[in-house]
């Protein structure tokens, strides 16, 4: 089991920046690749961005290139997603998940853009972006 508490979700204007935290607890986060989603009203949950367990891979969604970037630190067992140039698009419920992948080929590189692959989620953050 690994728990995953998301922090750092705000309103914000358009143009601006926000950081969101993820912190796990329980299972080690280093086995773990880590993903960022999220789900606006409305709308299907949609992939935001991932990383490898040990950080040198990570994979975005076409419309946060260039805008966001994740990053974990394992001393701290925590995952960041750091957001600039914020758009009202962006608004939505983020959500941190955790795929274990002990044992899995490739497992150090692994990173995955599928919310089925994933089995640990935190309970999401706000993030509202006026225009």
């Known amino acids: 089991q690994v728990q995953l508490v998301e922090s750092g979700g705000g309103l914000v204007q358009a143009g601006d920046s926000l950081s969101l935290s993820c912190a796990a607890s329980g299972r080690t986060f280093s086995s773990c690749a880590m993903g960022w989603f999220r789900q606006a009203p409305g709308k299907e949950r949609e992939f935001v961005a991932a990383i490898s367990r040990n950080g040198a891979v990570t994979k975005y969604t076409d419309p946060v290139k260039g805008r966001f970037t994740i990053s974990r630190d394992n001393a701290k067992n925590t995952v960041y997603l750091q957001m600039s140039s914020l758009k009202p698009e962006d608004t939505a419920v983020y959500s941190c998940?955790?795929?274990?992948?002990?044992?899995?080929?490739?497992?150090?590189?692994?990173?995955?853009?599928?919310?089925?692959?994933?089995?640990?989620w935190g309970q999401g953050t706000q993030v509202t972006v006026s225009s």
């Open positions: 998940a955790c795929r274990p992948v002990d044992g899995i080929i490739y497992a150090l590189s692994y990173t995955s853009a599928r919310f089925n692959d994933y089995a640990y």
